[in-house]
């Protein structure tokens, strides 16, 4: 049976756009058997990875602590872009944590674990970038925001010393040798 057509100028229902849906993560039975994954897992196992990737900045262990094969949060973060972007802040964190952990063993504060410090700053150092690319995500500054607010300070402190030399000349006093100021 077929719908008659509407009359001219009469007001036709418009339809709804379909909301895009975003992509379901897919782990096939023989997978999850092959990582041991169990059958079901807890609705909520997100909120305990990124917890303990907070903590460990592990994903293997982050994963067993949410009851996942490490392949679901891998291809998790894959498709979904919230999940990467939490997942990126959780290991920022994580590295704060072990930068802390670091100062304070150097500084002789025993850790509650045993802590390879060496080991600890090469890791640090390898994750550098990335943790200063999380930082300004954070900050909401991208690159050329903190060149534009660092040139700016840069100017202020070389106004500022222009002047404390004009003062200086005002008073008749004069900077000694090597203290001359550099404006490149």
């Keep these: 049976m077929t719908q008659p057509e509407p009359a001219p100028g009469a007001m036709t229902r418009a339809r709804k756009p379909r909301r895009k849906q975003p992509p379901q993560t897919k ?18 196992w997100r909120t305990y990875f990124l917890q303990a990737l907070a903590a460990t900045s592990n994903v293997t262990a982050s994963a067993a602590a949410a009851g996942i094969a490490p392949s679901r949060a891998y291809k998790t973060r894959r498709e979904h872009h919230d999940f990467a972007a939490q997942w990126r802040a959780a290991l920022f964190e994580g590295y704060e ?5 670091v100062l304070a063993c150097l500084r002789g504060h025993a850790p509650d674990r045993k802590l390879d410090v060496a080991n600890a700053i090469r890791l640090l150092a390898a994750h550098r970038q990335t943790a200063e690319q999380e930082r300004a995500r954070i900050a909401d500054e991208d690159e050329d ?5 660092l040139h700016a300070k ?16 005002d008073d008749g006093i004069h900077r000694p040798a090597g203290h001359e100021t550099r404006h490149d």
């Design 27 to 44: 782990i096939s039975p023989e997978q999850k058997r092959e990582e041991g994954e169990p059958d079901r897992i807890n609705k909520h």
């Design 97 to 101: 944590h072990l930068e802390m952990e």
């Design 145 to 149: 925001a903190v060149l534009a607010s």
């Design 154 to 169: 840069l100017d202020a402190m070389r106004r500022r010393e222009r002047d404390v030399e004009l003062l200086l000349a």
